[in-house]
């Protein structure tokens, strides 16, 4: 079977399965597995152009998926006036001196040598570190008393929730710069043990300034790119188009809904999914997989190897960026506790590994088929289980078997990660 008809049949395969959900169980539990499998195969594709590419083994998805998610909120969300006039400026002359104190301490440090380098660095971010946290507490005590219960945040830009994807991917390529600059020299074993522990950095700002994103308060209620169904079904003709189709306007409207949002979903897929094909054909392409490969033959050859790890690390962070952002606006709020590695680290690899690391199609083909194992196990589950406890009397262990049900998530993937790795080594779509 050539490469070409394989994927054909693994795609009409997966496509069968989200249809298959339509008519079973309904097709608004398809539509959301596709909208959240689209999603899915975005941060799959991000992780792909690290690993796949470059051989970058990067386990802080989730921080970047989140940063992606915290763009939503600073873009599209109204400002809160009060908040602004109480204590906004001052965390803002806060972080500036906090940003001042890092660059006086960096030309202090150029500037001077031996014994006083280390002593008048320490002077300066001390002093710094001191004039920082007594600007920005106060500006933070202020804004985080106005209306605290519903409010007690600066709020965002108050910009269409579309420029926040992109405001997402632009926000995770900086904390990818960043994090690249100083953790790219290092071995890929402490690589993936630094992300991971800015990934949870990051999510722990999250969580804690309220100032900024209302921590586990989260953030309700943000703008949506689709109409809202309630004023679908007050619309008079949207209601005859749905009786036409022997459709109920509150159903007919979550579907539209939905779909609206597969279509943009669909559309940033595709265009991202053709970059990274146009990337993977590319001599940058062919040269990035000359590096992961060998880098030692690389170096010798004049290439500059951190530099373009560089390059794929903070692509591949804004692709997940971005998906976070989607995420984000699909679910209508920012909720920083659900951020968890198993979700949005441990998952994306999988799907990764699943698909065909190495093989952009094999990336998108991995999210939406783990996706939907994800989402289908447990109920399967929940069915399979019933029938097999069904002649058992109730007691401890028919309660344990059907309790057990929310565990066999972890157990599928598990087995279909080991029968990919048997039977396919290179993933169901290997590289070429």
């Given amino acids: 079977m050539n490469d070409r008809l394989r994927a054909v049949l693994l795609f009409g395969l997966v496509a069968l399965m989200i249809v298959g959900t339509g008519f079973v169980q309904s097709w608004n539990s398809a539509l959301i597995i596709l909208n959240m499998g689209l999603v899915s195969a975005l941060m799959a594709l991000g992780v792909n152009l690290q690993w796949g590419f470059a051989g970058l083994f990067n386990v802080g998805v989730m921080g970047f998926v989140a940063l992606g998610g915290l763009a939503v909120v600073l873009t599209s969300m109204p400002p809160v006036g009060a908040a602004w006039s109480t204590g906004g400026l001052r ?3 806060g972080l ?43 500006g933070v005590e202020a804004v985080e008393a106005v209306d605290a219960a519903t409010s007690g945040y600066l709020g965002g830009l108050g910009l269409p929730v579309l420029l926040a994807w992109p405001v997402g991917g632009l926000l995770a390529a900086g904390a990818a710069w960043i994090i690249g600059k100083t953790a790219l020299g290092l071995r890929s074993d402490y690589l993936a043990i630094a992300t991971l522990g800015i990934a949870e950095i990051v999510i722990a700002i999250l969580k804690n300034e309220d100032w900024m994103s209302r921590g586990v308060k989260n953030v309700n209620g943000l703008p949506r790119p689709v109409p809202y169904e309630v004023d679908l079904q007050a619309d008079p003709g949207f209601v005859e188009r749905a009786g036409s189709i022997g459709l109920d306007p509150t159903t007919a409207s979550t579907l539209w809904v939905k779909l609206g949002y597969s279509v943009l979903f669909t559309v940033v897929l595709m265009i991202v999914l053709v970059l990274a094909q146009l990337a993977l054909r590319s001599p940058w392409g062919r040269m990035m997989r000359a590096i992961r490969d060998n880098e030692t033959a690389a170096r010798a050859m004049g290439k500059d190897v951190t ?37 949005y680290t441990f998952l994306i690899w999988v799907m990764v590994i699943v698909g065909g690391s190495g093989n952009n199609l094999g990336a998108v083909l991995g999210g939406f088929f783990i996706w939907f194992a994800w989402v289908q196990v447990e109920p399967l589950g929940q069915a399979v289980m019933g029938i097999v406890t069904s002649g058992m009397e109730d007691g401890g262990l028919k309660r344990h078997l059907i309790d057990s049900v929310q565990h066999m998530r972890l157990l599928t993937m598990g087995v279909i990660l080991l029968l990919v790795l048997r039977f396919s080594p290179r993933g169901l779509l290997p590289e070429r």
């Fill in 96 to 138: 500036a001196l906090g940003a001042a104190s890092i660059v006086a301490a960096i030309l202090v440090w150029k500037k001077t040598s031996g014994r006083v380098r280390g002593w008048a660095v320490a002077a300066v971010l001390l002093v710094g570190f001191f004039a920082f946290r007594t600007v920005f507490d106060a």
């Fill in 91 to 93: 965390i803002l002359a």
């Fill in 307 to 343: 530099g373009r790890h560089l390059q794929v690390f903070i692509l591949g962070s804004a692709i997940c960026g971005i998906a976070g952002a989607m995420m984000t606006t699909l679910d209508g709020q920012l909720t920083p506790t659900s951020y968890q590695p198993l979700r």
